[in-house]
């Protein structure tokens, strides 16, 4: 549980695996590749952090978004899971941050969720990751971020 | 053919499987697992429901839209697999819907596509799924879906 | 080395695959498979075709932004293959375009991208690929280009 005394000494702790918000499953294993569903800056299906970057939300905001949306992934992996050390490495994730039409520098709002799964993984937390801006989010969230995992057998 | 036969009794027809768009392929496979093109609410190539939720459309015509990405999908997965029997389950959805800058609730709208889904293949139709809002879609499109499915040998 | 020998006859360099624009990797592999970070239409980093199509730019305008997105997937699978020639097929493709809210014949660019492909791969070269319009890309890029491929052991 070395992930797990980790995010308790950086004073974190994972919210409750929220029911997905509509008509869809939270995960899908395929072998060892777990596909997770995205996740928007919620707790317990609630936006926390709404918003758009570059007009109602700094950089900075936007990536305490993004942090909030990888703990709820790393909440999905810890109810598939079992044990957050299960996780080999992040893969893929397409993160999504709501910004206005000419705001090119959001890509750091990703980052937010980026570097504390690298705290909590090392390089192995990093994916192949793809920022997107858009305009809408579900529940007007400032990111909503997708992930594919390889897990152990 | 059950799941043909179970769509025949909703009285629901397979729209033909439309040439793509561009320069790609409608599937590509690896292993057991089949990549599909995105699908936009089209027959024959042709936008059906086209439009913003929020502003041209309601939730429900979105949904509309939804369901027509997802016979797309159905038709695709018919003329590779030979028979929609094969599909073992929906591993991961992309689905994109049109909608204003601050419509937050849109997300409804690609529960259009799943709720048929899970109506033919019950809970192995659900996909570990992403609804992002966006701005504009091909040919005007209320949706456009992407999805990855787990298929027999 | 093939391939590379048609991007000479073709009068085409590989860019330096560039340092990642933010906290996460250029590439992943598990197995056969290869997830590869969004690419933008950029030449170390720095954007060269910004802009919305539609607005700031014609379709043509885009496409040369696809087609230098697609030149950086390449040079990263250059660096991570050794050999160009290790490409099995293109498997997945998710290619946004900044566009207007409106401007529903924007597909055409990414098929900027796709061509080149096809130039270099034929038939493999083409993945199941979804376009989608946005408003915002890193660094205003008019192009952001993910893509999975299949490549030999």
Redesign the interface.
Known sequence: MRVEKKLQEMGLELPNAAA?????????R?G??L????QTAHINGE?LV?G?VGKDLTVEEGQEGARLSALNILSVLKSELGDLDKVR??????A?VR??????????V??GA??LL?ELYG?KG????????????????VT?I?T?V?VED
């Open positions: 997905p918000a509509g008509v869809y499953v939270l995960a899908r395929v060892n590749l596909y997770l569903a995205g936006v709404s758009v490495q992040f893969v893929q994730m397409i999504y910004c206005t039409d000419e705001f090119g520098s959001y890509t750091g990703a980052d980026s570097m690298r390089e990093l994916a192949a990751r793809m920022t997107i801006g858009t305009n809408e989010l579900p529940g007007g969230s909503e997708m594919v390889e």
